[in-house]
């Protein structure tokens, strides 16, 4: 069925099916928001890009794709390009197996008040081949920090979270501007560029901040302008068992790679 808003296609009615969403080649200026199917009885939901130049521009009205409540099994984002909300992808499930996010663009959202503004996840995520750039999250003057303006993203469960390929820069938050990662679950960040991000002025900020159960790190090209910090990995005395940074390249950082256990 044809229709006009990828709105419409989530809103209609699914009796636990797979759900696939094919998003033909157009600007569509709206938020789209998956709540409607978050029941816990749909075993998975697709939303593609079908051809090039599908766009989705939320025009600073809110997210450009978000996800609140009991779950989905798998959610497979793909092939789009996500810009202008207050962040691209949000998902924040009490349930779902995995979140991939698939060869998309993902940029030019702003905010204040949310962390990942270019994907916010607290499931098992992969996002593979995705250009994420141009993000801002600001800062109001209040005293709070901005954090993972790129990636924020937590795992607490025993599926392996997965960045790979992508390119991630000229992001900005004050406190790690391209990843942060958290949680007592594994992360693998491999092959990716990550370059030219901007943060605060304070010695403390970084690209990548992780407290974590474990992650490796590893090819990846990181590059700064501006003698920044970073990678920076935080033990504070729960989670972090072993973190393996190796063979990555660092060009013009302040300091490489900090570990701080309490």
């Known amino acids: 069925q044809a229709l006009l808003r990828i709105q419409s296609a989530v ?14 080649p157009g600007v569509y200026y709206e938020s789209v928001d998956f709540n409607p199917l978050t029941t816990g009885q749909i075993s998975s939901l697709t939303l593609k890009g079908w051809g090039e130049g599908a766009v989705i521009n939320a025009q600073n009205t809110n997210s450009c794709i978000r996800s609140v409540g009991n779950g989905i ?5 793909e092939n789009l390009t996500i810009s202008n909300g207050w962040s691209g992808v949000q998902v924040n499930l009490q349930n779902c197996d995995r979140l991939s996010v698939v060869n998309c663009e993902i940029t030019s959202c702003t905010s ?3 962390y990942g503004l270019g994907i916010g996840s607290n499931v098992p995520t992969t996002i593979t081949n995705c250009t994420i750039t141009e993000n801002q999250s600001y800062d109001t003057g209040q005293g709070d920090d901005t954090i993972g303006c790129g990636l924020y993203i937590v795992n607490n469960t025993d599926t392996p ?7 991630i820069s000229n992001n900005s938050a004050n406190v790690a501007s391209a990843i942060y990662m958290g949680g007592s679950g594994h992360f693998n960040i491999r092959r990716n560029r990550i370059c030219f991000n901007s943060q605060g002025q304070d010695s403390q900020r970084y690209y990548i901040a992780a407290s974590v159960g474990g992650a490796v790190i590893e090819n990846n090209l990181f590059i700064d302008r501006n003698l920044s910090n970073c990678i920076k990995v935080q033990n ?18 302040y300091a490489c790679i900090s570990i701080n256990s309490d």
Do not use: P
């Open 11 to 24: 809103n209609s009615s699914y009796n636990g099916e797979a759900i696939v969403i094919k998003v033909l």
């Open 73 to 77: 099994g798998n959610i497979v984002i």
């Open 112 to 114: 204040s008040a949310h």
């Open 161 to 167: 979270t997965i960045v790979s390929d992508c390119s």
């Open 236 to 253: 504070s005395g729960s989670t972090t068992d072993v973190v393996s940074i190796r063979n990555n390249t660092f060009d013009r950082f």
